[in-house]
T-cell receptor
Framework: AQSVSQHNHHVILSEAASLELGCNYS??????LFWYVQYPGQHLQLLLK??????LVKGIKGFEAEFIKSKFSFNLRKPSVQWSDTAEYFC??????????FGRGTSLIVHP | NAGVTQTPKFQVLKTGQSMTLQCAQD?????MYWYRQDPGMGLRLIYY???????DKGEVPNGYNVSRLNKREFSLRLESAAPSQTSVYFC?????????????FGDGTRLSIL
């Protein structure tokens, strides 16, 4: 069975700080990986995805993530966060099942 | 192109009342899903429908029923609402036939059971 773990539950940063959110998954085969963002009061929106090819994936709004197969990880990064990045971030993995499994989410607060 | 549309956006119910949450998608997706989102729990799958005419239980199906009315619509019914069902409910759809396809989510229904 597939599973995903997000280690950081709450992250507080100041504007211009760098961001890295951890995501580790458990599944022995080929996976599709996703990061979603949920702004306050809104629905989940896709930030970026990986399904094959270059393990460094670039998404919207300056976010990127790196798939490291040996570490079963897909960490989300942004060099310089903005106040508008305040949101909840969810990692998701889709392996043998076509239904993705979501992590519990990381709440990011960026202070201006 | 509206994507995934959920109604209602907010609802307050009394314990024991019933109601149906509606979801429709206009992307011609085969698969549709119902999730509930609770603080610290992330998204938990209630039911899903791989294609028109099929439905299957997810992680937390107890207390809920679903109907895949046609390819566009997937409704979630609470037969006898309980306070533990207070949550934000999200409907999603996806095209499972293409590798790497993400889910598309509706705006959610905020449901409070008193």
């Amino acid at each position: 069975a597939q599973s995903v773990s997000q280690h950081n539950h709450h992250v507080i940063l100041s504007e211009a700080a760098s961001l890295e959110l951890g995501c580790n998954y458990s599944y022995g085969g080929t996976v599709n990986l996703f990061w979603y963002v949920q702004y306050p009061g809104q629905h989940l929106q896709l930030l970026l995805k990986y399904f094959s090819g270059d393990p460094l994936v670039k998404g919207i709004k300056g976010f990127e993530a790196e798939f490291i197969k040996s570490k079963f990880s897909f960490n989300l990064r942004k060099p310089s966060v903005q106040w508008s990045d305040t949101a909840e971030y969810f990692c998701a993995v889709k392996g043998g099942s076509y239904i993705p499994t979501f992590g519990r989410g990381t709440s990011l607060i960026v202070h201006p | 192109n509206a994507g995934v549309t959920q109604t209602p956006k907010f609802q307050v119910l009394k314990t024991g009342q019933s109601m149906t949450l509606q979801c429709a998608q206009d992307m011609n997706h085969n698969s549709m899903y119902w999730y509930r989102q609770d603080p610290g729990m992330g998204l938990r799958l209630i039911y899903y429908s791989a294609s028109e005419g099929t439905t299957d239980k997810g992680e937390v199906p107890n207390g809920y029923n679903v109907s895949r009315l046609n390819k566009r619509e997937f409704s979630l019914r609470l037969e006898s609402a309980a306070p533990s069902q207070t949550s934000v409910y999200f409907c999603a759809s996806s095209d499972i036939d293409r590798e790497g396809q993400p889910q598309h989510f509706g705006d959610g229904t905020r449901l409070s059971i008193l």
